[in-house]
């Protein structure tokens, strides 16, 4: 035994530890990977031995080799063997290990959670701490499932570096268990108040991560998290609560009141870059969501625009670049305070960082107007010119065309200007954007009527110089614009100046070397022009010019049937064989002209981006069977082993291959000298190399007596885009030239309204407005919206396959954490059954079986009181929509979210206490016959206070449990009739238009909501078109739209005088919350003079009552559901004023608030109605004195 001693510690002494390995492999670079391949074999003999240390220390090795790109998995059970050593220098090594190696497919590690349970219930601190972070970078859903109740009892630890690690690991559980969330979330919000500072870091964190993307079920903790931020110091902790704020804002906009006033200090007084960044980022936020309530927020806008400026000229990149993207979220709620500092971003233009560049030019994306259009694009194409590189030059062209296309055109005032501005970029040298020209040139000039004559002329001239473009033949190059300009000078033949120069200009020998699908519509749009000219000769009647263009074209059609390409061979031949059947008809006399017109009538219309989706599929037809019997699969010759390996290890493999690598690249001064002899005297006997030595002036001399230069044929040169087209091609248009008359009308405009200034005496009103807005600048031209569609098929709303998809670990973690924990969600603990003891049962104490029962009851109020403050949310939209029909007087100031009122000092008693209380809470003017009254309903709900004691099997339904859709189902005791109701509000109006709106759910949508809006043209000489309908959506409620970033068609025009109804479809998260959104109306409005364009914004406003629906209820269903232990725990009272009686007060109210009237007696009437997603809501209300 002694002697194995002596050997094993002689061995340890002679193995290789980490330090001697690392030093082998830097002194073997020769032979790297034999060496290692030594190493591995030392390896798994240390781990064959029964010493722990060897074992540690071969793991140890396996670890760095792994950094190295080796694998390792074959050691798995070994790591394990060292993870589950007594010392914790070797157990920090073999976790370490697993934590680098170990993955969700590792089969070994179901044979470590009992081990793991034990390091993690440790009595030393250290051992459990390297279990917990080595456990979260290899858990699993198994052992996320069998530790999380070990790891959610070292929350309460007392160590707080236990405390910390086991808060961060719980996030690793909830993603891989998402079950744990709720048994563990209230010690989760416990650690929010942790004494330890690490603590509370952690649970910030874990909580903002979780509510990153479920924001909404964390909204009963703002008031905790706004503690935290007025207290704490820790600025990465503030970064974290602070963009948390930043998702719960939309939700609930109150709580942007109270973060107004402690982020602007945080701004004010921080050093802290990222989290001034962070502060600007949720201000942001904030104002965007509570933007019309605030009043005094243009001072914070200017506040984050001027620290935002600091940021951007700083000298660091990355706070330049931080700047610019904040810049980019203030445009989209506040564009003029942006637009300010358009010279700030254009000068961001010039800088060497491309990044930056680019964020530039998504900003100037959205500060463009129609004022500035024509000045920006300008601006950006001399930047073009200067740019270096392809890449970004390709970038600012395709910005160009984006800033002038956006919403349909919107800021693009004369398309004349436009269609110039595409024809320049066509100049630019070797772009690959040359498609997107060709698409956008053809877009507007079939959109816009007026401009093709214009941009049919351009085109022509581009026709006529197509030589210069047919020396970049390549796929999406600037070639493609020929393409544009072939179709439209086609399809618009009639418009072409010389039709018959622009058929020419299609056969010059160059078009041969244009990309196949080019040629093609060069052949097509060839036999459009021969149509059009001879339909005009007919008319003149000179028969020679029809012959003569004829055989035009029978003489120089034969070059493109002898393409290369299928589809240009198909319509050359194709259009031969027409010609040849024209002249046999011309031969014999017959007027061909009207015919072949025929081919080509009708107008073009874009196709829809949808279209391809609406194709009905035809019965029958499986689009997933095979046309053809599949193809066979090859027989493999070889094994796989033998292809790919010859029998020796890879690591050997490896290291032959790299010696062959190096041995190829390592060559001799001798061989390299031979190789550099070898191309010189290549280049010498090569006549195609420039020399740098120049001839000689005697051979000059000889050169010039000999050549005459006179006898030089002269030929077109091709030379590149870059030098002939700068030059500017005759009879294209100039964008300049229309910028020039722009800037010069504008001037005018100026000195007119200066003059007539100083005449009046309201000349200082008249001269402070003297620049138009943007909205008084109309477009010169309409666009048409029209597109081509499958028949019977139309652009649906429901069709947009784009909508957010969260994945399935966020959508089981979208859980409700406030309500109370039930029996079958709590963590299951492991126990140790034993056998042969029974266990009697304890006897029952009534008494405190009472107070238990009243304990649970108090802890069932508490965690109802949150629920109750979303709820409370929607009573001051009802309040103000009583008040403005007339019911009671104007409501009282909204409620505080972080400080709720005191409701103590209420007249009115809530349903739940006078139910179940009786007559012991009523007021002291009540009647004896309201008290007996009382009395009978305390009786009724003791009656189910009793049946709900009985118990329950799990999962079966008993009658007391049962919902509220097998309950009688009376009739609403209210006559509506007579009251002349309606739920249409008004939305808002100007001098032509007035809109209202109804808004509509169906229990069958739950998330849906339907907003009925009215049209009336109040103009009785103008008519209303082209209303286009968009919302700003918040993160709870988006309009459904066709795209994503469009607005939605008013599918009707509005005659003088005329009211129209049309209904859009909101998809809605969350009920408990009123909705609050920003909407724009764009229309033309059309007279007799002309049109121009006009907007009108609004708000509209959905208060929760809307997602109400009257659902017939029972009495005894109502007070089931207001018994102690039934489902509605959450109260509120509320003493109104009314002005009418009872009867008519009870109507209104029942009608506004979309409630079922349960049961009326005298003056006292319950009611009660439910949302879509299942909320119920009770009502009583009692008549007191002309008080409600």
Known sequence: MALKRVKMNIDRVLDKNLQDLVRGIRNHKDEESKYISDCLDEIKQELKSGDHQAKSNAVGKLLYLQMLGYEISWAAFNIIEVMSSSKFTQKRIGYLTASQSFHADTDVLMLATNMIRKDICSSQMYDSGVALSGLACFTTPDLAQDLANDIMSLMTSTRPYLRKKAILLMYKIYLNYPDALRPSFPRLKERLEDTDPGVQCAAVNVICELARKNPKNYLSLAPTFFKLMTNSSNNWMLIKIIKLFGALTPLEPRLGKKLIEPLTNLIHSTSAMSLLYECINTVIAVLVSISTDLPNHTTSVQLCVQKLRVLIEDSDQNLKYLGLLAFGKILKSHPKSVQAHKDLVLQCLDDRDESIRLRALDLLYGMVSKKNLMEIVR???????????????????????????????????????????????????????????????????????????????????????????????????????????????????????????????????????????????????????????????????????????????????????????????????????????????????????EEVSFLFAGDLNPVAVKAQKKVPIPEGLDLDQWINKPPSKPVEVQNKASIFSSGKDDSVLRGESEKKRRKAKELSEEELKAQREARLQAQASNPHYLKLGGPSPRKAEKAEEIINVDDIPIETLDIGMDIEMSKGLDGLASSDKYYLEAMNAEKSKRKQKRKEGKKGKKGKKKSSAAVASDDEITPTHHVSSVVDMPEGMTAADSDNEDDDQKDEIIKKLDINLDEPLRDDEKLPTRQHRVEGTHVLPEPVDNGSAILEKKKKKKKKEKSSSKQAKSERSGSKSLSAELAQAGIIDTPSSALDLLSPPDTSSSTVESAAARLTNGSNDASPNTSKKEKSRDKKKSKSSKRHKDKSLYEVAEGVTTPSKEHLSGTATPTNILDLSSLNLTNYRKLAADENLSMEFEARVSMQQANTLVVSVVFENLNS????????????????????????????????????????????????????????????????????????????????????????????????????????????????????????????????????????????????????????????????????????
């Open 379 to 593: 601006k950006l194409m001399v930047h073009m010119e200067k740019a270096e590189g392809t890449t970004y030059r390709d970038e600012l062209m395709n910005k160009v065309i984006e800033i002038c296309t956006q919403n349909n055109y919107q800021h693009v005032v004369n398309f004349e200007w436009y269609v110039s501005v595409l024809v320049e970029l066509t100049k630019m040298k070797d772009t690959q954007h040359g498609k997107l020209l060709a698409d956008h040139m053809m877009d507007v000039a079939i959109r816009v009527v007026a401009i093709r004559k214009f941009a049919v002329g351009q085109m022509a001239i581009l026709l006529e110089n197509s030589h210069l473009f047919a020396h970049n033949s390549q796929r999406k190059g600037i070639c493609e614009i020929l393409f544009a300009a072939a179709w439209l000078c086609g399809e618009y033949a009639e418009l072409l100046p010389n039709a018959l120069e622009s058929l020419e200009a299609m056969f010059k020998p160059k078009v041969t070397s244009l990309p196949g699908h080019v040629q093609s519509v060069f052949v097509q749009n060839i036999v459009k022009l021969y149509s059009a000219i001879i339909m005009k000769a007919e008319v003149d009647g000179d028969e020679a010019k029809v012959r003569e263009v004829g055989q035009i074209l029978l003489d120089k059609l034969p070059m493109f049937a002898q393409s290369s390409d299928l589809e240009v061979q198909e319509r050359a031949c194709s259009a031969l064989q027409l010609l040849k059947y024209i002249h046999k008809l011309l031969d014999k006399g017959v007027p061909v002209s």
């Open 1021 to 1188: 000489s103008c008519t209303l078109k082209s209303m286009d309908f968009n919302i700003l959506d918040s993160m709870n409620t988006k309009l459904v739209r066709e795209t994503s970033d469009t607005a939605v068609k008013v599918p009707f025009e509005l005659m003088p005088l005329v009211r129209n109804e049309a209904q859009f479809v909101f998809s809605v998260q969350s009920l408990s919350l009123p909705q609050k959104l920003k909407g724009t109306l764009v229309y033309i409005l059309k007279d007799q003079e002309g049109s121009s364009q006009q907007k009108l914004d609004f708000r509209l406003v959905i208060p929760c009552r809307d997602f109400l629906v009257a659902v017939p209820c029972s009495a005894d269903s109502l007070a089931q559901l207001l018994a102690p232990e039934g489902q509605l725990t959450a109260k509120y009272s509320k003493r109104l004023t009314v002005k009418t009686d009872f009867k008519t007060t009870l109507a209104k109210l029942s009608f506004y608030a979309h409630a079922h009237v349960v049961e009326q007696m005298d003056n006292t009437a319950s009611l009660y109605a439910s949302s879509t997603q299942g909320h119920h809501v009770c009502l009583l209300v009692k008549l007191q004195v002309s008080s409600l």
